[in-house]
């Protein structure tokens, strides 16, 4: 970078150059006088002239650089800059991980009972139950009449193995989950029918033949067939307004002492029906046949009784 004269000291050296100039004429007059006492020196005109400054001379070469200054302080900070634009909506991200399933909850509050379904298909047949205990036997009862003299001698099988009985009922709406009391007899050879508690007890082992009709009215109708407390075959029969028969049927092999009854298996749902002038309940079963061990054994205690 070229640096220039200063011009403003001009006036200050012209100044200096008239002091210098009158010194001169001073000095010069002085030396006339003494001059005149002694002897003479010539003065050129040229030194009583004073020199003006003259043109101002080329700018000279720039100086080196000179060290870096010291670090200044910082500055306040500056104003915040204008909000810049939303963003354009980014991609949609992957679905996270599944959360761990919470705690569980109370539950809820019970709900109406619904109404019964339809019954579903029949299960396989379940495995025989134990034989209940058999009850202590009761009073010996009355002599009878005697009876009429029998045919003469011959098999006895025919006689030792009869057992068939027909029950109704007398009593509408019987309780759930009790034997119904059938009790009415239409008949109950060999008097395995027991009219106090409901039930049939086996007493010549074999095959049995079981059925009922049950007339429902105002209540449906949920009734099963029970063999030694295990239920055998259900029935149930939905009221429709008018009355209606619940039937069902069904063959048993019965050891001795085993027990048949039927009752109702669902709540409120014993819609059996009784009126003495035009409708019944029944309830039937018979033996179709004896074991043979059975019948081989009452013949010989029956051929050892004759022979006696």
């Given at each position: 970078m070229t640096r220039g004269y200063d011009f403003s000291t001009v006036p200050t050296m012209l100044q200096m150059c008239v002091i210098v100039c009158l010194l001169s004429a001073a000095v010069s007059q002085s030396s006339n006088s003494?001059?005149?006492?002694?002897?003479?020196?010539?003065?050129?005109?040229?030194?009583l002239v004073c020199s003006l400054p003259g043109p101002a001379g080329p700018p000279g070469y720039p100086g080196a650089p000179g060290p870096p200054g010291s670090m200044g302080p910082m500055g306040p900070p500056g104003l915040d800059g204008p909000d810049g634009k939303d963003g354009e909506k980014g991609e949609k991200g992957n679905g996270g991980d599944p959360g761990r399933p919470g705690?569980?909850?109370k539950p809820g509050v019970k709900g109406r009972e619904g109404v019964i379904g339809k019954a579903g298909p029949r299960g396989l047949k379940g495995l025989r139950g134990s034989p209940g205990?058999?009850?202590?036997?009761?009073?010996?009862?009355?002599l009878g009449d005697r009876g009429q003299q029998g045919a003469p001698g011959g098999c006895n099988c025919g006689t030792a193995a009869r057992s068939a009985f027909?029950?109704?009922?007398t009593k509408s709406y019987p309780k759930e989950r009790m034997p119904i009391h059938f009790s009415r007899i239409l008949l109950n050879e060999g008097n395995h029918y027991n009219a106090s508690?409901?039930?049939f007890v086996c007493e010549?082992?074999?095959?049995?033949?079981f059925t009922y009709d049950i007339t429902l009215a105002n209540k449906h109708l949920a009734i099963g067939l029970v063999h030694n407390g295990?239920?055998?075959i259900k029935t149930f029969?939905?009221?429709?307004?008018?009355h209606d028969v619940a039937s069902g049927s069904t063959v048993l092999h019965l050891k001795q002492s085993d027990q048949v009854w039927l009752q109702i298996f669902y709540s409120e749902q014993n819609g059996l029906f009784f009126d003495p002038f035009w409708t019944d309940s029944t309830f039937t079963g018979f033996l179709i046949y004896a074991d043979q061990e059975f019948l081989s054994e009452a013949d010989k205690k029956a051929n050892t009784k004759d022979d006696s």
């Open positions: 003494s001059s005149k006492r002694s002897r003479n020196f010539p003065i050129h005109s040229s030194q705690n569980l909850g205990v058999a009850g202590k036997q009761g009073q010996k009862g009355d027909s029950v109704a009922v508690s409901g039930k010549i082992p074999g095959v049995y033949y295990q239920y055998k029969d939905a009221n429709t307004g008018n």
